[in-house]
């Protein structure tokens, strides 16, 4: 059991909303984060790399996500059943060689230490293990856990507030470094953020644990302890870029506040105004009439330029690899995190007065007019019947890009699903299609794993909404058996939500037949 979480107040969500981030500090026994980065210094020195299996052969590393304040953060901000995301990772970072010379807070790239495995390049996260899209809304949250002491000198991570609203990671302002950083503490940002790694210029490794934490269910209200409603710019602003009308929407979907239309000022033409800033604000500026019409209009303007095929990394002799070509961050179907047309951002703010016309987009022959359209209607989460069955015939598109975007418009709308909509979810899950199986990245996943994959959180998100028990926890053992591990965690914990005398005993004979034996240590006679 648990421990009574520690809920957010106001102020503090307000603050994550316009700066992305928050600091907290996991409210456990000193000795706890100094076990953790003993086994943490014991495994890197002696034992393999772990990847996602870190908690299991750490499980000691559980006690901080499920720690009273940690818990009530998350569920401040992701909902009462939010999931922990099935990748996570260590971000270690060695001491590098060499004396730096003009290396400040927004330096690009600085080297790091052999065998680092923390990027110091400004990036954005991409979404493990194939793409997803890009939500101004708080749908997926990371965490980095930080188990030991780390001055600046160690490298803490480097953020851009408020930069989870941008389509790049090009405007470096208002960085925020650290001088210190506690031992325990836990920094809950948006998982779009733009971040890096710094230098390690000690002697010893620095280490820090990656999460992701995924959304399950659209708020009606607010999960924090809420004293107020109306939004308030925080103190703890960070940001000096204007993003108030973003805030406004995003604070008002969270408190459960229908969307219908947006009433923030119309967009600044400030000299002074950034690129970002001045993007955000006309994404969510006054809906005005005649805007949905010449949305659609503009969005349509996109069809024929093959924006859903990837533009991919070429070797030394010109032959193409399966890696993304990111350079000058186009616009269009990537495997590492999906930016959507500016025009799917803004229909999506506008809301349910958008469903009608992006219904009608959603017959579009091109797949990536097809793919934003999808992308807005599950933004605004409104779904009328003629909408649904436009989504579900999407499910027989021929481009896996297609219907793993129609799953996730659809997975926040299984409460009103019946047995057609599981039908055409049980089609998707079981069909093999030979183009869906060729590996899209160098580690080997295919257009048909991320499918699977994405069907199962919607199956997952069936388990606490759905009112069709059965058909959920008949897909989602079905999802048990696949060989892409994280649809078959996923489907794992949608079969414990489920909580039925027969769904139980399925999720726990699954996890125990993968039981991590961890008296097993080191290098010697590993038996």
């Known amino acids: ?111 790091m230490g052999k065998n680092s495995t923390a990027g110091s390049g400004w990036h954005q996260d991409a979404q493990s293990p194939l793409a997803r899209a890009r939500h101004h809304l708080p749908k997926y949250l990371i965490g980095f856990y930080f188990p030991h002491d780390t001055p600046r000198e160690m490298g803490p991570t480097r953020l851009v507030p408020g930069s989870y609203l941008d389509s790049e990671p090009t405007e470096i302002r208002d960085v925020v470094l650290p001088d210190f950083v506690e031992a325990g503490t836990f920094l809950l940002v948006h998982f779009d953020m733009v971040h890096a790694g710094y230098p390690n210029q000690t002697e010893v490794d620095r280490h820090m644990v990656k999460f992701v934490f995924a959304r399950t269910e659209i708020p009606t209200s607010p999960s924090w302890n809420t004293e107020d409603t109306k939004w308030v710019q925080p103190k703890n602003t960070l940001v000096s870029k204007n993003l108030t009308s973003a805030s406004t929407y995003i604070w008002r979907w969270l408190i459960g506040t229908s969307q219908g239309g947006n009433h923030s000022s119309n967009p600044s033409n400030k000299k002074s105004d950034s690129d970002s800033s001045s993007r955000i604000s006309k994404i969510y500026c006054k809906v005005n009439a005649g805007d949905v019409e010449a949305l659609i209009k503009s969005l349509l303007t996109k069809k024929g330029q093959q924006k859903h095929e990837r533009i991919l990394v070429r070797d030394h002799e010109n032959n193409p690899i399966p890696r993304d070509d990111v350079r000058n961050y186009p616009v269009r179907w990537n495997e590492r995190a999906v930016v959507m047309e500016d025009e799917a951002y803004r229909l999506a703010a506008i809301g ?53 975007q129609v799953l996730d418009a659809l997975a926040f709308n299984t409460n009103s699903f019946d047995k057609t909509c599981f039908r055409a979810v049980e089609t998707v899950i079981t069909k093999a299609v030979s183009n869906w199986q060729t590996p899209l990245v160098q580690r080997g996943w295919t257009g048909q794993d991320q499918v699977r994959l994405n069907a199962a959180f919607l199956l ?40 039925s005398p027969t769904s139980i005993p399925a999720a726990i004979q699954y996890l125990q037949d993968r039981r991590w034996d961890e008296s097993i240590k080191g290098k010697t006679k590993a038996f």
């Open 352 to 404: 349910k007065d958008a469903i009608g016309p992006l219904t009608d987009v959603l017959s579009s022959s091109d797949p990536w007019i097809q793919i934003n359209a999808a992308f807005a209607i599950g933004e605004i989460n409104e779904y009328p019947e003629r909408t649904l069955s436009a989504l579900l015939r999407l499910l027989d598109s021929p481009h896996h890009q297609v219907v793993r």
């Open 460 to 499: 997952l998100n069936a388990a606490n909404a759905s009112n069709l028990k059965a058909e959920t926890e008949r897909l989602l053992t079905l999802l048990l058996k696949d060989s892409n591990g994280y649809a078959a965690a996923v489907a794992a914990e949608g079969l414990i939500r489920l909580k």
């Open 1 to 111: 059991m648990m421990a009574k979480p520690s809920l957010l107040n106001d102020e503090q969500v307000r603050s994550f909303i316009v700066n992305g981030m928050l600091f907290l500090r996991a409210d456990v026994d000193e000795s706890t984060h100094q076990e953790i980065n003993s086994q943490l210094t014991y495994t890197n020195q002696n034992e393999t790399w772990l990847g996602n299996n870190l908690p299991s052969r750490i499980p000691l590393i559980h006690e901080i996500l499920r720690s009273p304040t940690i818990n009530g953060a998350l569920i401040s901000l992701a909902g009462p059943n939010y999931y922990v995301h099935p990748h996570r990772a260590l971000h270690r970072s060695t001491p590098v060689e060499g004396v730096f010379e003009n290396l400040n807070a927004e330096t690009n790239a600085p080297k």
